[in-house]
């Protein structure tokens, strides 16, 4: 079964830097779009970004300039890089990807549990 693994939410300062990291595990025979969701208490689901195979990376409008999104192709692993943290980037972090499974060589969007992200003085 596939699935994904989201790491490095934690508490940090307004201004502050963290790294989120989301490892697909499983019968996984190639990855498609990876990308980074969010959703703030009482809010809707967000894009925060996306990035596909090849690399062509895509951001929401709140987190252009500050957030980097990035793959390891070889670890089935993405990286949202997040600077210049703001009160408003609290939110639980979801990683989503777009997996082909063996063995019925078939696509699946699967989503991870989420990491919690709160920015906080």
């Known amino acids: 079964q596939a699935q994904l693994v989201e790491s490095g939410g934690d508490l940090v300062q307004p201004g502050g830097s963290l790294r989120l990291s989301c490892a697909a595990s499983?019968?996984?025979?190639?990855?498609?779009?990876m990308g980074w969701y969010r959703q703030a208490p009482g809010k809707e689901r967000e894009l925060v970004a996306t990035i596909t195979r090849d690399g062509t990376t895509n951001y929401g409008d709140s987190v252009k300039g500050r957030f980097t999104i990035s793959r390891d192709n070889a670890k089935s692993t993405v990286y949202l890089q997040m600077n210049s943290l703001k009160p408003e980037d609290t939110a639980v972090y979801y990683c989503?990807?777009?997996?082909?499974?063996?063995?019925?060589?078939?696509?699946?969007?699967?989503w991870g549990q989420g990491t919690l992200v709160t920015v906080s003085s």
């Open positions: 989503n990807g777009r997996l082909g499974v063996a063995p019925a060589l078939r696509y699946l969007e699967v």
């Open positions: 499983g019968s996984i025979f190639r990855i498609e779009n």
